[in-house]
């Protein structure tokens, strides 16, 4: 079984010199859910540019189900779909006509499109805009045009470039759930995100990329096990003597809250331990829940650091 | 080559093609009537009447081809440029360049759209121009052939300079530097033979003087060239426009970064 998609030794230099991507491996098997997280300009959209089409790659290859791009670009385009992360629609257009006029370009019959733009423009919420030209539309539900957009032919692998930008929390967890649908009907879904909460809670395997870099590519839950410090909050009588405690890395956040980083191999008995002997009393206590983001610090980090060697080796 | 999917595909791009300059007909369609009537009330009533014969014919009569020509050439030619730019302009045309739309279908649905327009435009003058002068028809295919390929060689150069535009401005440049001035020295108000020799030939390479005169022809059987040269001039432009239009969209200028 081919993979969903194949990326090795992929380089970009645009005009003008800059080098986007320095060599991007990676894999994504069939039925995935994908996340490509990075910081603004790390490469996401330009990788996602080259699996489209839309960008021309300096080197490398990639293949979209077993088809390589280079010899076989009509059948891997047919394969994809794509919500890009800017609005690339014509405005003027209604809404229906956007839908239908896509399916065209796929070669999809004109009444099998009919029946599909009903059935996402329902799913999505945007039936009644139907006959509206799309930039009548709120942003959201410009979002979720182009995701029913990118529908319009079935494809196998949907690939999704900040799809909850912008977007309020209740829509955001409303197309999470349609995503996580999409998935389980066996497509395969790549996103890309700067929310880490979104990946945690949609992906199974992730990849980090920085400056042009995959500088992880793991499973979620490895990737998770793989901090091994806990930050907790303790709230406390306020006590002066908050002041000076300084084990655990402890950070005084006012007068009666703590934060502390706990090592996997540390017990937290043993904070307990020390917050008494200074004389410290523990209302309640919770972790703060910012695993990924110090994981993405310490993975940019190390990024920037391979930049720089790429730098000097020239 | 021509799957059923890639007919489906260009039926999709000439059926939003030809949607796009009905619904802003005030702008596509409405110009060029008007453009016309004001043409043939002061060149035709008014001063036509002090020109006399033109080639054996009545000056309205004679330049009646041409005007329709004119028109043609305009129309075809800015629909492609202007639409084929705003879907780059609003990056719609990502969604063609997404999807497994042959070049060749991309290229045969612009222009096949600018031939509408430019054939719609033409029949409307035609109607108008029935109301100052009867049109005559000495070949009915000539008309048809000659426009069909007029309008085809130009929507071929719009898509070509909107392929080249970075700006709205880079699609007027080349109609109003280019086009007018070889349309207006076209032979479209006056028979080449009444010039000078030596302008005489400088006309003879403007391509525009070839389609004029085949048209003419087709309306009253007189031309200031041989129709085997027009012919020629229009098989040549059509299949060297269509060739750069290609090569340009498969390297992705001005389409991909
Ligand atoms: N057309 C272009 N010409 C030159 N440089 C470009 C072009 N497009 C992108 N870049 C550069 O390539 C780098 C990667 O851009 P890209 O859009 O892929 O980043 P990204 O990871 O998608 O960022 P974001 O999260 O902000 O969307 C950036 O430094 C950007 O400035
Ligand atoms: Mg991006």
């Given at each position: 079984?081919?993979?969903?998609l194949?990326i090795?030794?992929?380089?970009?230099?645009?005009?003008?010199?800059?080098?986007?991507?320095?060599?991007i491996?990676l894999?994504?098997?069939?039925?995935?859910?994908?996340?490509?997280?990075?910081?603004?300009g790390?490469?996401?959209?330009?990788?996602?540019?080259?699996?489209?089409?839309?960008?021309?790659?300096?080197a490398?290859?990639?293949?979209?189900?077993?088809h390589?791009?280079?010899?076989?670009?009509?059948?891997?385009?047919?394969?994809?779909?794509?919500?890009?992360?800017?609005?690339?629609?014509?405005?003027?257009?209604?809404?229906?006509?956007?839908l239908?006029?896509?399916?065209?370009?796929?070669?999809?019959?004109?009444?099998?499109?009919?029946?599909?733009?009903?059935?996402?423009?329902?799913?999505?919420?945007?039936?009644?805009?139907?006959?509206?030209?799309?930039?009548?539309?709120?942003?959201?539900?410009?979002r979720?045009?182009?995701?029913?957009?990118?529908?319009?032919?079935?494809?196998?692998?949907?690939?999704?470039?900040?799809p909850?930008?912008?977007?309020?929390?209740?829509?955001?967890?409303?197309?999470?759930?349609?995503?996580?649908?999409?998935n389980?009907?066996?497509?395969?879904?790549?996103?890309?995100?700067?929310?880490?909460?979104?990946?945690?809670?949609?992906?199974?395997?992730?990849?980090?990329?920085d400056?042009?870099?995959?500088?992880?590519?793991?499973?979620?839950?490895?990737l998770?096990?793989k901090?091994?410090?806990?930050?907790?909050?303790?709230?406390?009588?306020?006590?002066?003597?908050?002041?000076?405690?300084k084990?655990?890395?402890?950070?005084?956040?006012?007068?009666?809250?703590?934060?502390?980083?706990?090592?996997?191999?540390?017990?937290?008995?043993?904070?307990?331990?020390?917050?008494?002997?200074?004389?410290?009393?523990v209302?309640?206590?919770?972790?703060?829940?910012?695993?990924?983001?110090?994981?993405f610090v310490n993975?940019?980090?190390?990024?920037?650091?391979?930049?720089?060697?790429?730098?000097?080796?020239? | 080559?021509?799957?059923?999917?890639?007919?489906?595909?260009?039926?999709?791009?000439?059926?939003?093609?030809i949607?796009?300059?009905?619904?802003?007909?005030?702008?596509?369609?409405?110009?060029?009537?008007?453009?016309?009537?004001?043409?043939?009330?002061?060149?035709?009533?008014?001063?036509?009447?002090?020109?006399?014969?033109?080639?054996?014919?009545?000056?309205?009569?004679?330049?009646?081809?041409?005007?329709?020509?004119?028109?043609?050439?305009?129309?075809?030619?800015?629909?492609?440029?202007?639409?084929?730019?705003?879907?780059?302009?609003?990056?719609?045309?990502?969604?063609?360049?997404?999807?497994?739309?042959?070049?060749?279908?991309?290229?045969?649905?612009?222009?096949?759209?600018?031939m509408?327009?430019?054939?719609?435009?033409?029949?409307?003058?035609?109607?108008?121009?029935?109301?100052?002068?009867?049109?005559?028809?000495?070949?009915?295919?000539?008309?048809?052939?000659?426009?069909?390929?007029?309008?085809?060689?130009?929507?071929?150069?719009?898509?070509?300079?909107?392929?080249f535009?970075?700006?709205?401005?880079?699609?007027?440049?080349?109609?109003?530097?280019?086009?007018?001035?070889?349309?207006?020295?076209?032979?479209?108000?006056?028979?080449?033979?009444?010039l000078?020799?030596?302008?005489?030939?400088?006309?003879?390479?403007?391509?525009?003087?070839y389609?004029?005169?085949?048209?003419?022809?087709?309306?009253?059987?007189?031309?200031?060239?041989?129709l085997?040269?027009?012919?020629?001039?229009?098989g040549?432009?059509?299949?060297?426009?269509?060739?750069?239009?290609?090569?340009?969209?498969?390297?992705?200028?001005?389409?991909?970064?």
């Open positions: 079984m081919p993979s969903a194949a090795s030794g992929l380089e970009k230099t645009y005009k003008g010199g800059f080098h986007a991507l320095k060599g491996e894999n994504v098997e069939q039925g995935d859910f994908f996340a490509l997280l990075g910081p603004n790390a490469g996401k959209s330009t990788t996602i540019g080259i699996i489209t089409s839309l960008v021309n790659k300096t490398g290859k990639v293949s979209v189900f077993g390589d791009i280079d010899l076989e670009l009509e059948q891997a385009k047919s394969f994809i779909g794509l919500v890009p992360q800017e609005f690339n629609f014509n405005q003027f257009e209604p809404i229906m006509k956007i239908l006029n896509q399916a065209g370009y796929y070669g999809v019959e004109r009444s099998i499109a009919l029946g599909r733009a009903e059935k996402y423009l329902k799913q999505l919420d945007l039936w009644d805009k139907r006959n509206e030209p799309a930039r009548q539309l709120s942003g959201g539900m410009k979720r045009l182009m995701i029913a957009r990118a529908l319009m032919h079935e494809p196998k692998i949907l690939i999704l470039d900040e909850t930008a912008g977007v309020d929390i209740e829509l955001r967890r409303s197309m999470w759930n349609f995503l996580r649908e999409l389980q009907q066996g497509i395969t879904i790549i996103l890309t995100t700067h929310y880490l909460e979104e990946a945690e809670m949609l992906c199974r395997n992730i990849a980090i990329i400056s042009g870099i995959i500088v992880e590519n793991t499973d979620m839950k490895s998770l096990a901090l091994d410090i806990e930050t907790f909050v303790f709230d406390l009588k306020p006590s002066t003597a908050l002041q000076s405690f084990q655990f890395n402890a950070r005084a956040v006012d007068d009666h809250t703590l934060e502390v980083d706990v090592k996997k191999s540390q017990t937290i008995n043993r904070v307990f331990d020390e917050l008494n002997k200074h004389g410290l009393d209302l309640s206590m919770r972790n703060k829940s910012n695993r990924l983001e110090e994981l993975l940019v980090g190390r990024g920037q650091l391979a930049d720089e060697n790429v730098v000097k080796e020239k | 080559m021509a799957s059923s999917k890639n007919i489906i595909a260009l039926k999709s791009i000439l059926h939003k093609e949607h796009r300059f009905m619904r802003i007909w005030v702008q596509t369609l409405v110009p060029p009537a008007i453009t016309i009537s004001l043409y043939f009330v002061i060149f035709g009533s008014l001063i036509g009447a002090r020109i006399g014969e033109m080639a054996g014919f009545d000056y309205m009569s004679f330049i009646v081809p041409g005007l329709i020509m004119m028109s043609v050439i305009t129309n075809s030619y800015s629909n492609v440029a202007s639409s084929f730019f705003s879907a780059k302009w609003q990056r719609n045309v990502e969604e063609m360049l997404v999807a497994p739309v042959p070049n060749w279908v991309i290229v045969a649905g612009y222009v096949g759209g600018g509408a327009r430019g054939i719609l435009v033409g029949g409307i003058v035609t109607l108008v121009a029935m109301f100052f002068v009867d049109i005559q028809i000495h070949s009915f295919a000539i008309i048809i052939i000659t426009v069909a390929l007029t309008s085809a060689t130009f929507a071929l150069g719009g898509l070509i300079n909107a392929i535009a970075g700006s709205f401005d880079d699609i007027s440049i080349i109609p109003t530097f280019i086009l007018t001035p070889l349309t207006y020295l076209g032979g479209v108000f006056y028979s080449i033979s009444l000078p020799e030596f302008w005489q030939g400088v006309s003879q390479i403007n391509p525009i003087v389609m004029v005169n085949a048209f003419r022809y087709g309306f009253l059987g007189i031309s200031d060239v041989s085997i040269h027009s012919f020629a001039v229009l040549i432009f059509i299949v060297s426009l269509y060739t750069i239009a290609m090569v340009l969209i498969s390297k992705g200028i001005g389409l991909r970064s």
